[in-house]
């Protein structure tokens, strides 16, 4: 059967960029489909906005710091009306860096309009049937909204539309304390804004290491503007005659409670983009939580691929990206390759930033019976966290028997660098004491971190040495002092 495509993405974001332009580069015959504006969710309403806000909030910050740390720096007097309107040329700025207005010219076709299958190798575009060999779906996520009393009533946010405000409100309550109800709260918080965040579990962040989520809380909690309550359940929301929101909330412990706001947004999670698609006809298996894929990334129907947050399950803008190569090398080439989530990293913009790879000390003790190696290593013996009056934080490296890095977990600031050289020890499945003979820059974080807790990593592998341990021991000269080497690292 002869068709138009080889293969058709549906979706412009992260992961449907990425798999267009690989497909492409084969030289296959492609194209494009998106029913709204080009660059997903990750450029307009999620990664690049929140990030810009949580810059601008920080820099502020910073000025704030310095002057309470003795310097006198002009006072910065912030124009909230002018945040949104910056914030808006910069989502402009990258969205030229995609390009997408010269993708064309490289052989790719744009189509707009909302996919919709008829059977599993053709699509029903505004009136039009377009047929492809193979189909990779990146049609991405939304926000997951809770059933929450009185919140279908109330105006509220989401990430989708929290954006295109005017100006920052006075007050806001946030619903849910993972990554995007945290970066979010913070950068309203740091703009002027007092916010309320609510998160029913029993702490922040509940994926990353729990030691250092809950010391990250009290650093939040400990900011200006921002409140955060934990183990607490959203109840009932109501709009007040004076415009304010009202919201209801009981503890774990059964405590009642109100607060209001001027404005509430939602962050609780998020849910696949598969409505309209018709994927029954098509023979694509789904579930609430996504599109069913195997190993390759393929769906049901074989020659139908999928990537990105409509894939799952790690919803990331860097495994939108592996999924996509990924899938559109499995679509095109004549031999599969698996997709591995073993090392998968990320990081929340929080303040400091908590970077996560690997097994967290909680699960690594589950998986190998307590025989494993903590290494913790404070802020406060980091020469360049001094320099900077920024020693909040702690770095926590889980070892193996091996002394193989399996999970790394990073409070503090510059995690979001510091973990993509722990992530190579990681993947290539070596010590962490091998970073020990590698010089490292000084004074930087890096050297100050990763370069320490790999010399402890080396010291305690060298003591366990059954000749050294015997030369300490028994030898005329030498004692075991290297309990004073690890502490002065």
Known sequence: MKFQYDLVVIGSGLAGFTSTVFANGLGKKVAMVEKGKLG??????????????????????????????????????????????????????????????????????????????????????????????????????????PPVEGLADIPYYTNETVFDIKSIPSSMIVLGGGPAGIELGLAFAWLGCKVDIIEMAERILPKDDTELSGLLLDYLNAEENLQIHVSTKAIRFQKQDNGQLKLEMQTR??????????????????????????????????????????????????????????????????????????????????FKQS??????????????????????????RRKYDNNIRIIRYPLTKVRRAVMDHDIRGMCKFVLDKHDRL????????????????????????????????????????EEGIIKRAADISYTMKMRRNPFVRLVLRYWHGYKDKLDTVINRL
């Open 40 to 145: 997903g969710a990750c450029t307009w309403n999620a990664c690049v906005p929140s990030k810009t806000l949580l810059q601008i909030g920080r820099r502020v910050g910073q000025i704030k710091k310095y002057n309470q740390n003795g310097l006198k720096l002009v006072s910065v007097n912030l124009q909230t009306e002018n945040i949104m309107p910056y914030l808006h040329s910069v989502l402009e700025d990258i969205s030229g860096v995609d390009d997408f207005d010269n993708l064309e010219k490289t052989g790719i076709n744009i189509l707009k309009g909302e996919a919709v299958f008829t059977d599993r190798h053709h699509i029903s575009l505004n009136g039009q049937v377009v047929s492809a060999k193979h189909f990779i779906i990146a049609t991405g996520s939304s926000p997951a909204i």
């Open 253 to 334: 412990e059964g405590k009642i409670s109100e607060i209001t706001a001027e404005t509430v947004l939602v962050a609780v999670g998020r849910r696949a983009n598969v409505a309209g698609l018709a994927l029954e006809k098509a023979g694509v298996k789904y579930t609430a939580r996504g599109i069913s894929v195997n190993s390759k990334l393929q769906t049901s129907s074989l020659n139908i691929f999928a990537a990105g947050d409509v894939a799952g399950p790690i919803q990331l803008g860097m495994m939108a990206e592996k999924q996509a190569i990924l899938a559109a090398s499995n679509a095109c080439l004549p």
């Open 339 to 364: 997709i591995r989530y073993d090392d998968v990293a990320w990081v929340t913009y929080s303040e400091p930033q908590m970077a996560h790879i690997g097994l967290t000390e909680d699960e690594a």
């Open 406 to 445: 399996i999970g790394a977990h990073l409070l503090c600031s510059q995690a979001e660098n510091l973990i993509h050289e722990l992530q190579i020890v990681k993947c290539l499945h070596k010590p962490l004491s091998r970073l020990h003979t590698i010089p490292h820059i000084y004074p930087t974080y």
